[in-house]
């Protein structure tokens, strides 16, 4: 009987230590290294930039962050949705004929295409698509000013040639048409001062 009663209590003691055991193990396994991911600081940030339209310092918030998580999915998805809304606003100022808009805002683009690299499959978009929407807003903006240039409007002609420049700054001819019309425009206020 007395043998009965120790099996009795041995078994639930058992079964209690085998349990403790367990709850034990699982502690253990849960590192405490390893937080539960919240949506980085750097995202956040960059959904403010792309919120304010500062599009440079979203692209570079996003990048930095998918540098230190290369395989967070949920932040190349943000990335690429982000990239999309950037380019959809400068499909609408071309749109509208907005052309110093749409320009600065595909060169953005266009510059920091290399660091799409790993999802450029996921954009509606590539290289090639960006050059060309580029070229077509140089070639708008150096008509208009050359327009303008002609009718006489040299403070015109030179507005909206710098507004080229701000994304091409490397453009020696429209350089040198701003150059020239500045120059004509000092000339003539000089001649209407009677200097």
């Not at 209690?16 to 367990?22: G, K």
């Not at 709850?23 to 405490?32: E, F, I, L, M, V």
């Not at 509208?96 to 660091?115: H, I, M, P, Q, R």
Request: proline fraction near 3%; charge should be positive.
């Amino acid at each position: 009987m007395k043998d009965f009663r120790e099996s009795k209590w041995c078994l639930p003691v058992c079964a209690l230590f085998f349990i403790v055991q367990s709850c034990a193990g699982t502690k253990d396994r849960q590192s405490p290294h390893r937080p539960v991911e919240k949506p980085a600081r750097a995202a956040i940030s960059a959904e403010q930039h792309m919120a304010a339209g500062r599009y440079q310092k979203a692209i570079d918030e996003y990048t930095v962050e998918r540098r230190s998580r290369p395989r967070d999915q949920a932040l190349v998805q943000k990335y690429a949705k982000s990239l999309e809304e950037i380019k959809a606003v400068a499909d609408k100022a071309l749109d509208t004929e907005a052309f110093a808009s749409a320009g600065t805002t595909y060169d953005v683009l266009l510059k920091n295409y290399s660091c799409f690299t790993g999802f450029a499959g996921m954009l509606s978009f590539d290289r090639e698509h960006l050059i060309t929407k580029l070229s077509l807003c140089r070639k708008s903006l150096s008509t208009q000013g050359f327009q303008e240039y002609r009718k006489g409007n040299l403070g015109e002609a030179i507005a909206l040639w710098q507004s080229l420049l701000a994304f091409d700054p490397y453009n020696a001819d429209i350089k040198a048409a701003v150059k020239t019309a500045t120059l004509q425009q000092k000339n003539l206020q000089d001649t209407a001062a009677g200097r």
